[in-house]
C-alpha cells in the first residue's frame, strides 16, 4: 500500500486552465497587462493589429521570449464581413508579415476583430496554417469603465477551459477613449483570485495542446 501511495504522490496535480487573451493592442498599457500576467506564474494570447505595431518591435520580442504567445487580429481592424475574400486576405497576410517580423515568430492563431464573419474568416485562416479563436467569457472591458464589473464578469464567469476576451488597446481608427486602466486594475484583482482558485494561465496554442480537464467515470 505504501508503494501505491509513493507512486500517486509523483503524478502531476491537474490543475484547472484558462486562457487569458488581449486584443488590439499594442498599447501603452500592453507591458503592464503582460507583465502582470507573468507576474502571477501565466501566460497570455495577444492578438495584434499590424499597424499598430511600429515602435512596439522590442515588446513584442520580449513578450513571446517571456512566453506570451502572438496572435494575428488583422492589419487595420476592419468589419470583415464588409470585405471581399481577397481584401480579407490581405489584411490577414498583412498582418501575418508584420507580426512575424516585429516579434520573431510567426502567429499560428487568429481572432477577427469584434468576432465579426467568424466562420469565413475561419476558412481563410486555414488556408494560411491559422486557428480562427473567439471567446467565452466577455468582460466587456472595451466600453466598461468600472473595475469592479470587469472583475465580476470574469470571476462568475471563468471555468477550467475558458477564453477570455480583454482590449489591452484600441484600433487606429478609434475615436473614443483610449485608456484601458480599467482593464490593467481589474487583472489586478482577478489575478490572485485567480491562482487562489487552482487556475494557470496559458496560451491559447498550449490550451488547445492539452484540452481542458474532463470528469469521467472510474473505469
Keep these: 500500500m505504501d508503494g501505491v501511495a509513493a507512486v500517486l504522490l509523483?503524478?502531476?496535480v491537474a490543475r484547472l486552465r484558462v486562457a487569458?487573451?488581449?486584443?488590439?493592442?499594442?498599447s501603452p498599457y500592453t507591458e503592464a497587462i503582460a507583465d502582470l500576467v507573468a507576474g502571477h506564474g501565466g501566460a497570455g494570447t495577444f492578438f495584434v493589429v499590424g499597424d499598430r505595431i511600429p515602435g512596439q518591435e522590442p515588446l513584442l520580442r520580449r513578450m513571446v521570449a517571456t512566453g506570451h504567445e502572438l496572435g494575428n487580429h488583422t492589419h487595420s481592424?476592419?468589419?470583415?464581413?464588409?470585405?471581399?475574400?481577397?481584401a480579407l486576405r490581405?489584411?490577414?497576410?498583412?498582418a501575418q508579415r508584420v507580426i512575424t517580423e516585429a516579434a520573431g515568430r510567426a502567429p499560428v492563431v487568429v481572432?477577427?476583430?469584434y468576432g465579426e464573419d467568424a466562420e469565413r474568416v475561419g476558412v481563410v485562416a486555414a488556408d494560411m496554417g491559422l486557428a480562427c479563436i473567439l471567446w467565452d467569457v466577455d468582460p466587456i472591458d472595451w466600453r466598461e469603465r468600472k473595475v469592479e464589473r470587469i472583475a465580476r464578469r470574469v470571476l462568475d464567469g471563468v471555468h477550467d477551459g475558458a477564453i477570455v476576451d480583454f482590449h489591452d488597446g484600441w484600433p487606429s481608427h478609434h475615436t473614443g477613449i483610449r485608456d484601458r486602466t480599467p482593464t490593467v486594475d481589474a487583472l489586478r484583482e482577478i489575478l490572485p483570485e485567480l491562482v487562489r482558485r487552482g487556475y494557470e494561465a496559458v496560451t491559447v496554442s498550449a490550451m488547445s495542446a492539452q484540452p481542458a480537464t474532463q470528469t469521467s467515470s472510474s473505469s
Design 90 to 94: 490581405d489584411e490577414l497576410t498583412h
Design 77 to 86: 481592424h476592419p468589419h470583415c464581413g464588409r470585405l471581399e475574400e481577397a
Design 10 to 12: 509523483q503524478l502531476p
Design 111 to 113: 481572432r477577427p476583430p
Design 20 to 26: 487569458l487573451t488581449f486584443d488590439d493592442g499594442p
